[in-house]
């Protein structure tokens, strides 16, 4: 089988698909994640793995003109922003933040995430007051000028781009769409094998579509004054 590859934006996603798509291609693949993400993966066979994820570069997610021509054979859709929002902030870098820590310490937390370290310098001068503190009313700011206005729209390239595959970012978080999805990948896949992927990957994720309206969170706020400012 030619080599696979899944391009993905930040979170660990395309890291699980890839693993996926291994597990269920080649007999017998035995593994160990080794991080609190899918971002470090251990196979016990290493030289005939069928798909690699293709990370994208924390400058490529900010700067949209880099990205097209990848040449990759399963694209990851983002069909739901706010839930994306979530796992890109918390789940990046190997790491699986709790929201509202990471929104109460924002600005030291930002400065070593892999993508937001990139949008973080205005901010940081809003806040430079009582920095390394901030202002969490200012923190609205920050959500719908950089992160829903620079970083997702920047993602937004996805849903036109020719991939041979495009795997829809809601797809992991409903077991019946995951199935459809994995088995167009892998015809071959065995149903209690896409089973039990889809339970261990639920038992890796903190935020789900149940839940992230629950958190309290500022940006699960921001996101819902962001929606009404866009209606036309």
């Not at 930040?10 to 007999?27: E, P, T, Y």
């Not at 929201?99 to 310098?121: A, S």
Request: with cysteine.
């Amino acid at each position: 089988m030619n080599q696979r590859t899944v391009s993905y934006p930040a979170g660990g996603h395309g890291q699980f698909l890839a693993m996926a798509i291994n597990i269920l291609s080649i007999d017998n693949l035995e593994f160990r994640i080794t991080t609190k993400t899918f971002d470090l993966v251990e196979y016990s066979d290493n030289k005939n793995l069928v798909c690699s994820p293709r990370a994208l570069s924390p400058k490529d997610l900010i700067c949209k003109a880099t990205l097209v021509g990848y040449p990759d054979d399963i694209g990851i859709v983002i069909d739901d922003e706010i839930l994306y929002l979530h796992q890109m902030i918390c789940r990046v870098d190997a790491n699986n933040y709790d929201l509202i820590e990471f929104e109460k310490n924002f600005i030291p937390y930002c400065q070593k995430h892999g993508v937001l370290q990139h949008v973080i310098d205005d901010f940081i001068i809003m806040n430079k007051k009582i920095y390394p503190n901030h202002d969490p009313k200012k923190l609205k700011w920050f959500y719908k000028n950089k992160i829903f206005g620079v970083i997702l729209g920047n993602d937004a390239w996805r849903d036109a781009y020719d991939s041979t595959h495009k795997f829809p970012f809601s797809a992991f978080y409903d077991r019946q769409k995951f199935c459809s999805y994995i088995t167009k990948i892998v015809p071959e896949a065995k149903l209690e094998k896409v089973h039990s992927l889809y339970q261990s990957f639920h038992q890796n994720v903190r935020y789900n579509p149940g839940n992230i309206a629950n958190t309290g969170s500022i940006l699960y706020e921001s996101w819902q004054e962001y929606m009404v400012d866009r209606k036309p």
